[in-house]
């Protein structure tokens, strides 16, 4: 059984010293329990958050030397639980290891799916994510012009796609020409910009000549700077990340831009809004499922998993999703089944 533990606590960018691969033996289950075999490991960005010591309020730190978490897809090897049986395929939150024991109350059946990762991506928590964030709080209507940065990955790739389904313009933003082209030939989007060209600032303004109504936060950082003057009166700010800020260690020096940001809020009656998906399963995420099932078998929405093979590539495959990357959805596959 091998796992990868937090080894130390990252200085900036987390480099490959700061986990350690682990042999340990197989747990056997006692009674209520399932022994789980990891199929799918998904690599989320908050991850790097919870190897700071202080971890944001809705999570906990990793403790040094404890597996690093993570959802999971996995097949149940064995059972002593009366509602699961061998074989059976559940998502899970057993981290970055092999095998993992669970009383079963933090699984969720999944039944036979045809790529079962994808309970980790599109029909998964970075979906649920893009589906409450955008219409919840964005609430895009037909003629809007909404932006969202990583464009491509979990969750901008799905906010953008929504964002059409409901008639608004979306305008992405992300890293490279390569994502740009493949967000406007096959997201359907009506533009997007590299946040790394020159001129950033000026084009997006130019890709947006009515301003922006929607904004969905993904990133923060210098596209937000570049985003907030072009917020149009009444506009609509659903802050969902700033993975720009993960791996900084403190406030960035520089001109104090609050004054700035709270003029905006208040001259163009913006609402901007935080929310953590984890607030959302009860009520949602059935409903979630069965619409994004369909747009997905439909042909409405396109979904992209950036697959890495092997448990012990995940720290490096972490430290690439904050380095931008990946491309779409990082799933670690980690045993056939
Ligand atoms: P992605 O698949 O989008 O991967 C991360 C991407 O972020 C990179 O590919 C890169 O895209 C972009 N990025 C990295 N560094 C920077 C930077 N300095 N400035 C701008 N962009 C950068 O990740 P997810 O879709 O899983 O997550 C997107 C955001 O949503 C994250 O901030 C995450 O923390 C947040 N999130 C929040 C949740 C909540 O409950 N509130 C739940 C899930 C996710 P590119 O190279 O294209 O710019």
């Known amino acids: 059984n091998r796992r990868i533990v937090l080894a130390a606590r990252p200085r900036g960018l987390p480099t490959p010293g700061d986990f350690r691969l682990e042999e340990t033996a197989v747990p056997t289950p006692g009674e209520g329990q399932v022994l789980l075999r990891t199929l799918h490991l998904s690599l989320d960005p908050y991850m790097r958050q919870l190897m700071d010591e ?26 002593k639980h009366p509602q699961f049986r061998p074989g059976d395929l559940v998502l899970g939150n057993t981290g970055w290891q092999d095998y993992a024991l669970s009383d079963g109350q933090d699984l969720l059946p999944l039944g036979e799916m045809a790529q079962p990762s994808l309970a980790l991506g599109g029909l998964g928590m970075p979906a649920f994510t893009a589906y409450v964030g955008l219409l919840d709080i964005g609430q895009p209507k037909p003629g809007d012009t909404v932006v969202v940065a990583a464009a491509t990955g979990a969750v901008g790739s799905v906010v953008g796609q929504i964002a059409k389904l409901k008639g608004a313009r979306v305008v992405g933003i992300a890293g490279g020409a390569d994502k740009c082209r ?22 997006l303004a130019a890709a947006c000549p009515k301003g922006i109504d929607v904004y969905f936060e993904n990133v923060g950082g ?69 619409e994004m099932s369909e747009w997905v078998d439909a042909g409405r929405v396109t979904l992209r998993e950036d697959r890495v093979d092997g448990l012990d590539n995940a720290p490096a495959a972490l430290i690439g999703l904050l380095e931008g990357r990946n491309f779409g959805k990082r799933v670690v596959h980690v045993a056939e089944g």
């Open 54 to 79: 202080i971890a944001p309020v809705y999570a906990a730190s990793v403790p040094l030397g404890e597996p690093m978490p993570g959802g999971t897809v996995n097949r149940v090897a064995a059972s």
């Open 182 to 203: 493949y967000a406007v030939e096959t997201l359907g989007f009506d533009a997007c910009l590299d946040r790394h060209g020159p001129e950033f600032a000026s084009r």
């Open 222 to 290: 210098a596209v937000f700077d570049a985003v907030l003057p072009l917020l149009n009166i009444g506009a609509r700010v659903p802050v969902c990340g700033h993975i720009a800020d993960y791996n900084n260690e403190k406030l960035p020096s520089g001109p104090n831009r609050l004054p700035l940001l709270m003029a905006a809020l208040l001259q163009k009656r913006i609402r901007m809004q935080g929310f953590v998906i984890l607030d959302h399963y009860g009520d949602r995420f059935d409903t979630f499922r069965r």
